[in-house]
């Protein structure tokens, strides 16, 4: 079993007063005893963030204050001859223990960006893997996360309102897919359209029925899954995936 959340963020004058309010829901998650928190992608003023580490100092504080993973969210960041979009993962240690780079950027980040070439598997709580935002899109994305062992997937996500309803299925079918819990989160404000989500599955008579919570407004949810019912599916789902010309 683990207790895992999403944050639904408006956006912010500056990236220290959206830093200093997220602390707080972070640390309330915290008291409430949340294992693993994810924010949405590009949720800051300054999505251009070239220092994790003091950027996101106070994540780390409260992460290591309650023992508690958080994955700050997705931002353009440089690296040696290269700008990637890359979500960055702070462990229970309160220090940053990897980022996952964005596989697929969308549209014109196509011209701004580096895509990442792996899908890096984290391990703290449980197994996880992190699907940036259009990476959602590709059935090989959260294919190869899972089969690399990640009992869940979270999705920093900035989805425009127009996009709510393709976003909504791309996520259900990912989950339902691999037969693994999905924890997506994303913006709300006048351009983008919320609708956070977790998705759980649970089996009827050898059906396996989405549970969706959804967040409507800015806020989070937080939800203890269990992580060992799902084990057993997937060795029947992989199984059953045959190869065919």
Known sequence: MIKAGIIQTQTYRTNKEGIEKISKILSELGKKKTQIVCLPEQWLKNNEIYDFDSEFMEFKKIAKKYQM???PGAFYTKIPNKITISSPVIGPNGKIIGKQDKIHPFDYEKGLVVPGN???IFNTS???GILICY??????VAEKFVKKGAQILFSPSRIVKRGIIPWNTYVLARSLENRVPVLAANVKNKKYGGNSQIIDLFEDKKVMIPKITKIKEVSYVIKSINLKKFESQRKIR???SKKFK
Do not use: G, L, N, Q
Request: charge should be negative; charged fraction near 35%.
């Open 69 to 71: 993973t958080i994955i």
């Open 118 to 120: 792996e899908a890096k």
């Open 126 to 128: 449980c197994k996880f």
């Open 135 to 140: 990476d959602m899109v590709f059935p090989e």
């Open 238 to 240: 992989f199984s059953d």
